[in-house]
């Protein structure tokens, strides 16, 4: 399975199934571990998913949160509309995330990647999204410490990692800030996950390698990877000790491809680090 631009892997426990995406292909992946089978659907517009909670998966795509009711092989899925923006020529949602507590968040871009023109948005009860950050190029990673008080986020070419002090029980975020400055190192920060003792690990799109960031903002730790575009990543696998890292194919040219031959593969793994619990919460839905 080689993607043009893989996105958005989410580790679920209890099928032992990483999702994940293409998003210029508009397709879901669901690989299942150990025995690595890949099953896919076509869904025309897809940047993220999620399991939702009460069953099905919850996808970012287009300007609509959907959740789609897998079916059995080689018949339709179902899917109704849980959220939704006014479409915005230019503009697509991109990354997503699920809270603790299992809120909703997503953030959208302009897809030229040169002009402010989206935004990071939060689901609320009703199906509304609610926008918390206007002025954004190109949303990325979200997630969140171990006690759930901070928010991380990326904006890609602020080439730096914010931070929001986050409210657990009523999904506000306030007081973003830098957290850390990457732009000494090569590539553009893209996903981004945080391991159970509170570090942030950093996809340097571009830079050929996951940046391991201290919960006091510190470079900590460069991890090379064979690939020169990872996209982001997550944690998962037994004892959420393997590391998933979805990676991009698009605008290699032969020989590019020929030098990376991984580029566009879903990559596993061994850090030493295990992941939170916390980061495989299924989505809540509003009522």
């Known amino acids: 399975m080689v993607a043009e631009l893989g996105e958005g892997p989410y580790w679920v426990p209890e099928d032992d199934c990483l999702l994940w995406v293409d998003i210029p292909r508009g397709e879901l992946h669901r690989t299942y571990f150990p025995s690595r089978e890949t099953l896919t659907v076509d869904l025309g517009a897809v940047s993220a998913a999620f399991p939702a909670l009460g069953g099905g998966i919850l996808t970012a795509g287009g300007s609509r949160l959907v959740l789609h009711l897998p079916a059995e092989r080689g018949e339709k899925w179902t899917s109704r509309t849980i959220g939704e923006v006014p479409a915005r020529e230019g503009v697509r949602f991109n990354d997503a995330a699920v809270d603790p507590a299992g809120r909703v968040w997503v953030g959208s871009m302009h897809i030229d990647e040169t002009d402010p023109l989206g935004e990071l948005l939060r689901l609320d009860p009703g199906g509304e999204l609610t926008t918390v950050v206007k002025g954004v190029t190109i949303s990325n990673g979200i997630s969140w410490s171990p006690d759930g008080g901070r928010m991380y986020y990326v904006d890609s070419p602020t080439r730096r990692v914010d931070v929001f002090d986050y409210d657990p029980a009523t999904g506000e975020a306030f007081q973003r800030r830098v957290f850390c400055d990457v732009s000494a190192f090569p ?95 299924y989505a809540t839905l509003p009522a």
């Open 187 to 281: 590539g553009v920060p893209d996903g981004l996950t945080v391991d159970a003792d509170g570090y942030i690990w950093v996809a340097m799109h571009g830079g050929s390698a996951l940046l391991r960031i201290t919960s006091d903002g510190e470079r900590d730790a460069v991890l090379e990877l064979p690939v020169s575009m990872p996209t982001s990543c997550a944690f998962g696998g037994p004892g959420m000790s393997d590391l998933y890292v979805t990676t991009a194919s698009r605008g290699l040219n032969e020989a590019g491809r020929a030098a990376e031959p991984l580029a566009g593969r879903l990559l596993r793994l061994h850090p030493g680090p295990a992941g939170l619990p916390s980061t495989t919460t």
